[in-house]
């Protein structure tokens, strides 16, 4: 009996990779994805919304101490505070997005400042964007994965290291420690938009 070949031949597989690279490109210039008539102003606004977010997630932080009443005996009650200052992982968050947001009224304020004078901005200003933006997202993301690592421990506790739970007793600490995460994810996500609409910057006008 003849011998039946399956398998795709090795011309239709490299026509196959073609398609693939032109779909990745074009989605990636921005050519299949929504047609933005500003994207100068789509700049600034996530710059805006960028600080919005960091200011949000430092002050949940900064104002989350609570004090609250531990028995150590039936006549005895103590107050302990907890603060954030207790913990090194949200004293970096807090240092992490003071920062960013301070990046983010820098750049934004550059960013309008080049929109008012010139229109949309160059290649090598939007480069320049991509290389800061690039290391903000990652300075962001390590300060809300440290800090929601340790808010989760708060919560759930570790009983193999004997970490107990604290969240029951500190729950207006734990409250704003987990709005603080949760807005921080916010900022994260906006950092990477602005990332992928500076690349996209880049390639549409390299074509040009």
Known sequence: MASLEIGASPQATTETQKGWSSNLTRYVSG???VAIKNPGRVDVTLRLFLFIFCFVSVVAVVTSKQTAAIRVSPDTTIGVDAKFTHLASFTYFVSAYSTVGLYSIITGYLSYSSLKKHG????NHQLHFVLLDTLMLSISASATGAGGGVAYEALKGNPHVRW?????IFDTFCHHLASAGAVSLLASVTLLMLVWFSVSAIVRNSRR
């Open 120 to 123: 949309p901005s160059s290649i």
């Open 164 to 168: 107990m739970k604290i969240c029951h």
């Open 31 to 33: 050519n299949d994805w």
